[in-house]
């Protein structure tokens, strides 16, 4: 079993920045790919940005060349640096990960709040 912590989340103003950090704990061997996804009020969950274990990387289109997805395989973690941040990113950001054995179990964090306001 797998357990998924995120931080990071907070309030800024638009243009600037956060880092989310997502921790594993339990079996993170077990762990493969890892990513994040966004839920606003009143609006679907959806995938924000996901990376492989060999790092190969994958973003929507909304983000690409303001956010950026890493993870450290060895200590379970996954992080999003994000850039220029606008009001349209305003949303609960959930870490994901699926397994490594089994691409069908999936694993979610309980989310952090990210508000861009003026």
């Known amino acids: 079993q797998v357990q998924l912590v995120e931080s990071g989340g907070g309030s800024v103003q638009p243009g600037g920045s956060l880092t989310l950090s997502c921790a594993a704990s339990?079996?993170?061997?077990?762990?493969?790919?890892m990513g994040w996804y966004r839920q606003a009020p009143g609006k679907q969950r959806e995938l924000v940005a996901t990376i492989t274990r060999g790092g190969r990387t994958n973003y929507v289109d909304s983000v690409k060349g303001r956010f950026t997805i890493s993870r450290d395989n060895a200590k379970g973690t996954v992080s999003l640096r994000m850039n220029s941040l606008e009001p349209e990113d305003t949303a609960v950001y959930y870490c994901n990960a699926e397994g490594r054995f089994n691409t069908a179990t999936m694993y979610w964090g309980r989310g952090t709040q990210v508000t861009v306001s003026s």
């Open positions: 339990g079996s993170i061997f077990s762990i493969g790919g």
